[in-house]
């Protein structure tokens, strides 16, 4: 596709239950990030996948959090029991690689979870 | 380990004045450093970023941002505001020896002023 989409882009949802947010990134692009935009906060770094080597995921909360990415494109980030404190915007990122070097992320337009 | 701060949780300035939004960094070993911007319901995007080539970056929309490493910080700067900047702004710092973790600032929203 023509850029990062993420699905779906609002999820309310009760205390308690699990719930799981898409991520389609760039067409070609190996590497995939998650974050967490919470109110008033930065992001927060929550997990990387690039290629098929183990993932990053030393940003990750809690064992709540996991995330895989299918076939080295699509990524689902689950929140099992999901908590009030698990509220905020979840944003996706891909982007290309070139020798190790920096390549730009390209955002998604986030999911935005409210947990009741 | 690297952090950066964003001095100033919101700036307000006048349309056509300077934008200085301020961030410094820290860091163990040399970084790259990036300005992202995102405007309201819309996704980031990279404004600019240094990888250790000239110190002064220029970016999207005549934004330009000035490594010092003597200062550690890495400030945005437009030399007239338009209404159309207003926005949350992210300075942000990885390790110029990996692609992985990008840290990210708490943010600075612009704000314009007719």
Same mark, same amino acid.
């Given at each position: 596709?023509? &850029?990062? *989409? ?14 799981? +947010? ?8 190996? #590497? ?18 690039? &290629?098929? *080597?183990?993932?990053?995921?030393? &940003?990750?909360? =809690?064992?709540?959090?996991?995330? $895989?990415?299918? @076939?080295?494109?699509? %990524?689902? +980030? ?6 009030? $404190? ?8 891909? *982007? ?16 935005? +979870?409210?947990?009741? | ?7 100033? !949780?919101?700036? =307000?300035?006048?349309? &056509? #004045? ?33 990888? %250790?080539?000239?110190? +002064?970056? /220029?970016?999207?929309?005549?934004? $330009?941002?000035?490594? /010092? /490493?003597?200062?550690? *910080? ?13 926005? $949350? ?10 692609? %992985?973790?990008?840290?990210? @600032?708490?943010?600075?929203?612009? !704000?314009?002023?007719?």
């Amino acid at each position: 596709g023509a &850029g990062v *989409s993420q699905s779906p882009s609002n999820k309310v949802t009760e205390k308690g239950k699990d719930v799981e +947010l898409r991520c389609d990134p760039i067409s070609g692009h190996t #590497a995939l990030y998650w974050y967490r935009q919470s109110l008033g906060q930065g992001l927060e770094f929550l997990i990387y996948f690039q &290629g098929n *080597s183990a993932p990053d995921k030393s &940003g990750l909360p =809690s064992d709540r959090f996991s995330a $895989e990415r299918t @076939g080295g494109s699509v %990524s689902t +980030l689950t929140i099992q029991r999901t908590q009030q $404190e698990d509220s905020a915007v979840y944003l996706c990122a891909s *982007s290309s690689t070139s020798g190790g070097a920096i390549d730009t992320q390209y955002f998604g337009p986030g999911t935005r +979870l409210t947990v009741l | 380990a690297q952090s950066v701060t964003q001095l100033g !949780s919101h700036v =307000s300035v006048s349309e &056509g #004045a300077l934008v200085l939004l301020r961030c410094n960094y820290s860091s163990s070993v040399p970084p790259y450093l990036f300005w992202y911007v995102q405007y309201p319901n819309q996704g980031l995007q990279l404004l600019l970023k240094y990888t %250790s080539a000239a110190t +002064l970056v /220029k970016g999207i929309n005549g934004f $330009e941002a000035e490594f /010092k /490493k003597s200062e550690t *910080s890495f400030h945005l700067t437009k030399p007239s505001a338009h209404m159309s900047d207003a926005a $949350e702004y992210f300075c942000a710092v990885s390790k110029k020896s990996s692609a %992985s973790k990008i840290i990210f @600032g708490s943010g600075t929203r612009l !704000s314009i002023r007719p």
